[in-house]
Nanobody, 123 residues
Framework: QAQLVESGGGLVQAGDSLTLSCAAP????????MGWFRQAPGKEREFVSA????????YHAEFVKGRFTISRDNAKKLVYLQMNSLTPQDTAVYYC????????????????WGQGTQVTVSS
């Protein structure tokens, strides 16, 4: 059973934009750093973006190249991933994760995960 819930995935064309959302219970979200990871078929899970619990600092993988932006709304208990200029290489299942304290750039640093949302980018 998923501890976080992602939504917003779908099928888009190259160059399009898409925003993913992640909902979490209050006890999980409160003072928790949030992160986004993705996993394509036959590949390892990789870091995409992360954000501190107050949203004051953000981190992004190099391959994002300024195209993705992570943000959070603590009142709504939501974290977002705004994805612009999507390419077929961005096709993957995107996962939301949460951890206590500061953000981590590795998947094993997170305690809570969602089931993922599929993002497919056609050319």
């Amino acid at each position: 059973q998923a501890q976080l819930v992602e939504s917003g995935g779908g099928l888009v064309q190259a160059g399009d934009s898409l925003t993913l959302s992640c909902a979490a219970p209050a006890l999980t979200f409160s003072k928790s750093a949030m992160g986004w990871f993705r996993q394509a078929p036959g590949k390892e899970r990789e870091f995409v973006s992360a954000i501190t619990w107050r949203g004051s600092r953000t981190y992004h993988a190099e391959f994002v190249k300024g195209r993705f932006t992570i943000s959070r709304d603590n009142a709504k208990k939501l974290v977002y991933l705004q994805m612009n200029s999507l390419t077929p290489q961005d096709t993957a299942v995107y996962y939301c994760a949460a951890r206590s304290g500061t953000p981590s750039l590795t998947w094993d640093g997170y305690d809570y995960w969602g089931q993922g949302t599929q993002v497919t980018v056609s050319s």
